[in-house]
């Protein structure tokens, strides 16, 4: 006899959501989510194979939400002065304010993405297609990235991407995220105007030097 599936996986990345917001990853299991929805520990094993792929599967969701936010951010302010380096600008700051929209707006997801590691999903097996789903955000997020980079300098070389990792990687990490200040109206100020004062100083331009 079939083994039932849960009909809504939804519903169960939901769950997942919910719970690492209010009680942290850890708190995370197929007990507690089967509990929490109210189908058989099972029928979550039939869909999901591991707690880990469950939480992959909600990372997962979780992230291609942001990048979505993230992208329709960086589209609205390219828009209106579409080709100028003042939208660029715009652009790069939208993109490093992602992090905080995204918890605005989607709080569980955001304490979902933020509060678990793509490389700690990764560390234990998983089925081929999720493991390769979870490397290909990685390959939007670049796009994006080399996408900035060209509308502020025309530029898609190693050197222009990694200004713009720092502005929407590495600045929002260390002003907002690492110090737990998304809800904080100084620390956002403050982000934006760091990212705008990174972007006054170009990359260096290796190209001429015959460098990739």
């Known amino acids: 006899m079939p083994r039932p599936r849960v009909h809504d996986p939804d519903s169960v990345l939901d769950a997942v959501e919910h719970l690492v917001s209010r009680s942290g990853p850890h708190a995370v299991s197929i007990r507690a989510i089967s509990s929490a929805i109210g189908v058989s520990n099972g029928a979550l094993y039939h869909t999901f194979s591991s707690r880990n792929e469950l939480m992959a599967h909600a990372w997962l969701r979780a992230g291609r939400r942001f990048l979505q936010l993230q992208t329709a951010l960086v589209d609205d302010a390219l828009h209106p002065q579409s080709g100028t380096q003042e939208a660029g600008v715009d652009a790069v700051v939208a993109a490093a304010d992602a992090p905080i929209a995204f918890a605005e707006r989607h709080p569980d997801s955001a304490a979902l993405l933020l509060g678990v590691r793509r490389d700690e999903l990764l560390a234990d097996p998983l089925p081929e297609t999720t493991a390769d789903a979870l490397r290909d955000l990685d390959g939007e997020l670049i796009a994006l990235m080399v996408r900035l980079a060209d509308a502020m300098w ?30 904080t109206p100084t620390a956002r100020a403050r982000l934006q105007a760091a990212v705008r004062a990174a972007l006054t100083i170009p990359p260096p331009d290796h190209r001429r030097k015959g460098r990739p």
Not at 163 to 170: N, P
Not at 175 to 180: A, N, S
């Open 154 to 183: 025309s530029r898609r070389d190693a050197a222009a991407v990694d200004v713009i990792t720092a502005c929407i990687v590495d600045l929002p990490t260390a002003l907002v995220l690492r110090r737990d200040r998304l809800g």
